[in-house]
Each structure stands twice: as C-alpha cells, then as structure tokens.
C-alpha cells in the first residue's frame, strides 16, 4: 500500500473556456496553485496531450459529450478544461487504500471530458487507467492510445467477421485510425485497400501505407472510376470486401460501399466531406449490405472492462514495436513546471491552428 | 387423389419479348394452341396479372431477377414471357401422384420469373402455391397478394421488435405497402407516421389514409421542417419511431432517419426519387442507428415454407375483411376465350402507360 508523499505545491497552468465557440475566440489560460491530492486522489504532470478534431468540437458545442462547467482555479465565471485524451506521470499519491498507481506511473484518463489540456491536475484513481512505467511506451503512443487504435481495433473486430485472406476498405486511408487499421489488418493476415485523396504527395503516401501493410492504396479518382469494381473483384479474387470504413461519407462513402461483398458492412466513424452518407438503394435491397456507425466514446462508457484490457494490448503491441504510430506531429512545451499562461495558450492556439494530429509533448 | 381430366385444347396468347428494352417497344404477343397438362402439371386460366415496376424494370432488363428465355409458342427466337406476379384457376389437372390441387382453385406462382401474363398456360403443381377456393378474396387481392401484403408484413416483424404503442415512420406513404403497413401496424396495436407528396390532393389521401389506421399524416415539406422533430417527439411522447420504412431516397430518407430513437432502423425497399438513400453520419456514431434494405424477392426465395403460411395469413386476413386493398386500379379483359394477340398485346401497352398501379383481370 502507497502511503500520501508531501511534496512542494505545483503551480498549475490549465487552458479553460467559458463559452462556446472557436477555439482560438474562446479559449483562456488561468495559473493556479495546486493543491494537495485528497483522498483516493493523485497529482499528475503532463507527458502529452492530443489536439483532436472532437476536442475543437466540444469546444465549439457541436460535441455529443459534453464537458462540465464549474467555479474552479478562481473564475468568477463558470469553465470546462478542454481535452478528452492525453498521458500523465503520477507525481504525488493522495491518501488512499489502494496501491493501483505508483510514483512514476503514467496514467491516461478512463472517460471523455476528462480535460487534458492543463499542466498539473489532481484526478481520482478510479478515472484513471494506468499504463505502468513507459518501457520504451512513446509519449505520442500513450498520448494517442485510447481513441485511433481502439476505433481500429473495435471496428475491425465488432461488425463482420474478418477472417485471414478476407479484405476490407477504408476511405480516408492516410489518417491515423486507417493507418493503424491497416497495420492491425496485417497482423490478422487481412487484406486491405487504402482509399486516399490526390494531394500531391502521391507516391509518398503510397510508399508509406504499403510499409505498414496496405495491399492495395488507390485514390478517391481511382475508386470512381469505371475499372475499380473489375480491379477490386480481381484483386480479392472475387470475395469483394466484407468490411468498409467510412470517415468521409458522400460519393466516397458511396463509392466503398459498391465494394462490398452481398451483406457486407459499411461502418462509418466520420465525416470529413461534411456531406451525408450516400449509398445507393440497390445495395441495400439486392446486396442485402448494412451501413453502420461507431463512436469509440460510446463504446468504452458501454464496455469499460474491454477498454481497459484493449489498451494493455494496444500498448503492449507497441512496446513489441509490432505496430507504429505514424502521421502525428508533436509540439513541444518546454519547462513545464515554469510556464507562463500566455504561453500555454499561444502554444495551444498556434497548434490548433495548424493542419493535422498535432500532440503537445512536454520535454 | 385426383386423376387428369381429359379438356379441349385451348388457344392461348401470351405476351413476350426476345430482347431487354422499352416495355412498348419490345413487348410482343403470339397466340400458340396449349397441350394437355403434362404429368405433375396443371392447366391455369388467367384471373388477374398486375403490372408491377419490377415488371417493367425485368423487361429493360434493369431488374435483379431475369427471366428464363427459351425458343417457344412456334417462336423463331428465345423469347421470355414477362409477369413476376398473379392468380389463375386451375382448369385441367394432369396426371400427377398429389392432391393438391382442385379444378377451380386459385393458385399464385411459387417464385419469380414466372411469366403471368398470359391468358392460359401450363405449370407445374410444385411451382404454385394454392389459394383454393375464392370464398370471398377477390381477383385484385389475390393477384397482389405476394408482393405488397408480403413486404409490408416482413419489414415491419423482421427488422425490430414493435410493441403495441411504439412507433414507425413510413415515406412514399400513399403506395400500396404503406397503406397495408399502416393497417398491420393499426391490427398489432403499433402507430404510425406516414410521410405524403402534396399532388394536390392531400385532404383527400389523408382522410383515406387515417381511415386506413395511419396516426399522422404528413407532406414531406412538413417532414423538411424545423419543427418536426418537436413534433414526433410530442406525438411518440418521447420515444420517436423505432423503424423507418425508405422507398423514396434522397432528402426523405435521411428526414426520416432523424425521426428515429437511438439504435433505430431504417430499412430500404425502392427508389422513388432515383436518389441514393443519405442519412446523416452523425446518426451513425451518435445515435447508433442501422440502414438496411429488403427485398421480396429473396425473402421468398429463402424462406419457401413461411412465405406459403404468410400467403395463407394474408388471404385469410383479406377475407375476414381485416385487410383492405387500395390504390390498385384494374382493367377488364373480356372474353379471355376468344381474345387476340394483338388485343392482348394493345391492352398491357396501355395499361403499362397509365400511372400506378393496374391490374388485369378477367371478366
């Protein structure tokens, strides 16, 4: 059993908003100091914190999970702390009666709106799952670990059943879930075909997504044009694909789902058109296909056992380096015990402002 | 046991055509003299034979289901004989080791492809499901009973389990399926949205409509509104619609799914609009509904044995008049003895012509 250790209050720097809207109208910083952890409670130091497009969302209160807003850090207003994923190191042991965390220990929190974007925080042990020491863990990898991977790993495994040699699609196929859906898929000995948008990086992206294990990467032109279902039926040697993932919805949504095998699944997790998802009538009545959805967030509140043996393996597979974060970005926030709010706040704002899976690292 | 009856030979005439094409451009009509009834076969006398968009979508050869073509009737070409769907008497019995038909019976095709359209023709015994004596079911009934009746009963058992006092929305709300859905759902205690084109005439379908057992009764504009969802919500005290029924596509099938509970189903069964069925991705991740699709067609086919029982469910709920049909229009052959190729053949071209749904039936 861990016993309270004293130590020096922290001062903390937390980025709060009060009001919905764009992020970088609403978003505030606030100093404060930090205090003890109370019982059953333990004080956290930032390793990393994710900018997620679900995070902005909250922000701008478009969100289905909505963050709490209390007087907290002196506000006279009532705030929400930003950031629904991020790793900590557990830095001080409340009391309590249990010996689940150690000094040392990096932590991820259980739930979403857990509000990730602050320098220090004391939390409850019961909404953390602990990932022990890192052990050759990356901070982007544990930072990244409860939402990308899962959505991978739970939408491979929980609609049809994949077996090996049996094929898959995925639009949007140079994000992060695509990439460590590809790479799972590998593992699986299941085929999959990356569709990705002509962004003048072709052969790069090509080259990358095929060394993580992609069997066929084509793009969205390619995908609509008259040969695919030919190409797609030879390459799969006529089982078309079982499975189809759909982060883009629209004509490419409509587009995967033409091919499907008869009652295959289209399982959509996205929309970055910003357009329905369109599928046409035909492969729903004469195909006998199924279009789906899935929200990981839902998915760990509903199964919170699941979620937290999922993130042992996720984490142990990266530590086995049998599966490779790629396609994320870091920030480093320097001197965390030092920094000034203003700083915090421009380092969030400038990196919410720029494109891709951005990760604040501290150094 | 029943033995053959020796008959004199008939002079049939069916419609037919050697190439997938325009319905009046291809159809053609031979008068040809009929056998006897072979072993296991009987004779049949057309009753009434309706003209289906699956029909006409089978002759442009756009139709899932083909039909057999063959060199037949004296024809120096394969031809097919259109017709999924109607009900003959059964006027010769050939030798055959069953009893299971009567002279005098009513019989439906077993399958598709059947080819009904034709005044006379032999079948086999094993291809036809009997309706036996008409006891009060009549020719309009009968020859529609394995189509409308059918998926309309199946979309609203198969798909979620409707307790009485729970809800579901249905578009294209004036076809025939949802005029039976609306009473089946009425009979089973289950209440209904119908969603209506305005085509001028709405004070009229609606009065037919809530007659017919439909709770609410509404235009697609009002489906389009802002305050619909408040209003399904006041309606289904809260429970919004567990099922929705799509024939249309397009804007009306994602209006409709936004009428759905969380965990909802949409189900497919046409394309009215010619539009691909859109529905909001955010109803797929947030409110985990389900879009599929159904077809009469395969349902039959996989299911011989319940969808003879359900045929028999449906004729007895018909003639305990517990069942009404509506929105069918006939047509009168008269003297179907002594009728002619090209009268035959001037009679579907026209009828195909008209709009909704015709039937042809025997004087």
Not at 31 to 57: F, R, S
Not at 342 to 358: C, P, R, V, W
Request: glycine share 8%.
């Amino acid at each position: 059993m861990q016993h309270s250790s004293v130590i020096s209050s922290h001062k903390a720097v937390t980025i709060t908003f009060s009001n919905y809207g764009l992020p970088n109208k609403v978003l505030q910083a606030v100093e404060y100091e930090l205090p003890q952890p109370g019982l059953g409670e333990v004080t956290l130091k930032l390793i990393a914190a994710p900018i997620n497009p679900a995070d902005l969302n909250q922000i701008e209160g478009t969100f289905a999970s909505k963050p709490e807003f209390s007087k907290r850090f002196g506000c006279s207003e009532a705030v929400a702390v930003p950031g629904n994923e991020g790793v900590f190191e557990v830095i001080a042991l409340g009391k309590a009666d249990s010996n689940e965390l150690s000094l040392g220990d990096w932590v991820i929190p259980k739930t979403a709106s857990f509000g990730t974007w602050a320098t220090f925080k004391n939390a409850k042990v019961c909404d953390l799952i602990s990932l022990g020491k890192p052990n050759g863990l990356t901070p982007l990898q544990a930072a990244t670990i409860a939402v990308n991977p899962l959505a991978a790993y739970r939408m491979l495994k929980d609609f049809v059943e994949l077996e090996r040699g049996d094929w898959f699609i995925v639009n949007g196929g140079n994000s992060g879930v695509c990439r460590l859906s590809v790479q799972l898929a590998k593992l699986w000995g299941v085929k999959s075909i990356s569709v990705i948008r002509d962004d003048g990086n072709l052969g790069e992206v090509k080259q990358e997504l095929h060394a993580l294990g992609a069997d066929h990467v084509i793009t969205e032109e390619q995908l609509a044009g008259s040969s695919i279902e030919r190409d797609v039926n030879e390459w799969t040697q006529g089982k078309m694909c079982k499975l189809a993932l759909n982060s883009v919805g629209g004509k490419s949504s409509a587009n995967i789902a033409c091919q499907l095998a008869d009652k295959g699944t289209i399982v959509t997790y996205g929309d970055m058109s910003k357009k329905p998802v369109e599928i046409p009538a035909s492969l729903y009545i004469y195909k006998d296909i199924v279009s789906r959805g899935f929200w990981v967030t839902k998915w760990k509140k509903d199964n919170p056992k699941d979620f937290e043996q999922l993130i042992q393996s996720v984490a142990a597979m990266f530590r086995e380096k049998k599966l490779k974060l790629t396609a994320v970005a870091s920030v480093d926030l320097l001197d965390v015990e030092k920094v000034r709010s203003d700083e915090l706040l421009s380092l969030f704002k400038s990196s919410i402002a720029k494109k891709g899976k951005n990760v604040i690292v501290v150094k």
